[in-house]
């Protein structure tokens, strides 16, 4: 079974902070991403990866950086932490497979409070 | 622009009930489907996934799924709701049939009552 492991599942900053959350797959896969998710609002994608050291941004990369040093762990940072990135954070990886719809495979997330 | 819509924030449904969660997608073409469940604190779990092929698709837990290309739907069902059956699900659409284009709905919450 493939298995996405977060660093932490919950954490607590203070504003101004720079935060990082990680992320670790280890089933070889090529692609991962990072999604934030909030009540009413479902999942929005933050950043995605689909190779060591690329990077794309997601509908929502303001405020947010990433690293992708090693293909198994996908870093999440927040530069300067703010109270509105209280929230929880999703990592996700899948293998690449065009035409084969690969489905994402999640984390347990990480619960942030900015204060 | 591609979107999926969920209509229902919130379900509650009694134990031993059927169960639909409706999901409809806005996508030129056929996309793949994809539905996911998430337990409260926990991460998101894939139910089933549509691709091709026969409309039904079955998943884990008892649920299957039926596409319906002339309603742009692929709603989630299940003939007996258990209490573990609590929790938020998602409908998603996967548009570049790559894994990096993956659109969520904002989710259904399901409550059971006994």
């Known amino acids: 079974d493939v298995k996405v492991t977060q660093s932490s599942r919950y954490l607590v900053k203070r504003t101004g902070e720079k935060v990082f959350l990680e992320c670790v797959q280890d089933m070889d896969h090529e692609n991962m991403f990072w999604y934030r998710q909030d009540p009413g609002l479902g999942l929005r994608l933050i950043y995605f990866?689909?190779?060591?050291?690329?990077?794309e941004k997601g509908d929502i990369p303001e405020g947010y950086s990433v690293s992708r040093e090693k293909k198994e762990r996908f870093s999440l940072i927040l530069e300067s932490a703010s109270t509105n990135q209280t929230s929880m954070y999703l990592c996700a990886s899948t293998k690449v497979g065009r035409g084969a719809g690969q489905p994402q495979h999640f984390g347990d997330g990480t619960r942030l409070s900015i204060l | 622009a591609q979107s999926v819509t969920q209509p229902d924030i919130h379900i509650t449904v009694s134990e031993g009930a059927s169960l639909e969660l409706r999901c409809n997608y806005s996508y030129g073409a056929t996309p793949y489907l994809f539905w996911y469940v998430q337990s409260p604190g926990q991460g998101l779990q894939l139910l089933l996934k549509?691709?091709?092929?026969?409309?039904l698709v079955q998943g884990i837990k008892g649920f299957e799924a039926e596409f319906k290309r002339s309603q742009s739907s692929f709603n989630l069902r299940k003939p007996s709701v258990h209490w573990s059956d609590a929790a938020e699900y998602f409908c998603?659409?996967?548009?570049?049939?790559?894994?990096?284009?993956?659109?969520f709905g904002k989710g259904t919450t399901l409550s059971v009552s006994s």
């Open positions: 549509y691709f091709s092929g026969d409309t």
């Open positions: 998603a659409v996967d548009t570049n049939q790559a894994g990096t284009a993956l659109i």
């Open positions: 990866s689909y190779d060591v050291k690329m990077k």
